[in-house]
């Protein structure tokens, strides 16, 4: 079984290319985002302790879809839109953009280190990403969906790219960063060849993430 996170900016074009590489990938199955499948009890927060159990909550939901992914029999290939590591690097960015005097990051990863294994996740990580001209006409463009959060996540848009961009170079053969600006037909096309030539790259696994994320920022 191959677990592929697609990860990137709101109005990047994830969903398209899910659906995409839901057709040319023979016997996947698809994890929709997870505030898709659960409300958020956290949406209100307040404190540096409410974003801590709001973060923690995120992370416990999302790993569980790598668990299943290992325990799965039923497909070949797991598309998961939005992976654990959009999790952690939200929860290390947010303080550090909003100017926040919080000691947030060393708190989660320790939370997690002391009640989580060190499991495998995604074989592959697709980031997507786009200037934030075409990012603001897609959004104005979707009448389907409100996102709500956008003006939000695109203040961490800058720092989020530039650490899946460092997360490429230390891992060429698992994480795949893309230019959607042209919303080119050729896009697919480079990513099934990414995923063909790498089809049998191990997983990523948590604490190598939480410990680069950690030292990164």
């Known amino acids: 079984m ?4 697609i990860d990137g900016p709101s109005a990047v074009g994830k969903t398209t290319l899910i659906h995409q590489l839901y057709r040319e990938i023979p016997n996947a199955s698809f994890v929709d985002e997870l505030l898709m499948q659960k409300s958020n009890p956290y949406s209100q927060w307040k404190t540096s302790e409410d974003f801590l159990k709001k973060q923690l909550w995120f992370f416990e939901n999302t790993l569980r879809r790598y668990i299943t992914t ?28 909003n100017k926040l005097p919080w000691d947030i990051f060393t708190q989660f990863k320790n939370s997690i280190m ?19 001209q075409v990012l603001r006409q897609r959004k104005s463009n979707d009448v389907l969906r409100a996102r709500n959060a956008f003006e939000s996540n695109i203040q961490l848009y ?17 994480v795949f960063c893309l230019d959607t600006d042209s ?20 997983p990523l696994h948590l604490y190598d993430l939480l410990n680069l994320t950690d030292s990164f920022f």
């Open 183 to 202: 919303n080119s037909t050729s896009l697919i096309k480079e990513i099934l060849g990414f995923l063909n030539q790498n089809a049998s790259a191990p």
């Open 158 to 174: 800058p720092l989020q790219k530039k650490f899946y961009f460092v997360l490429a170079n230390t891992y060429p053969n698992q």
């Open 114 to 132: 002391n009640n989580y294994q060190d499991i495998g996740l995604a074989n592959i990580v697709l980031y997507l990403y786009a200037s934030e």
């Open 2 to 5: 191959i677990s592929i996170d």
């Open 70 to 97: 290992s325990d799965s029999k039923h497909s070949d290939v797991q598309i998961n839109d939005i992976g654990i590591i959009d999790v952690i690097i939200h929860t290390a960015i947010f303080p550090i953009v």
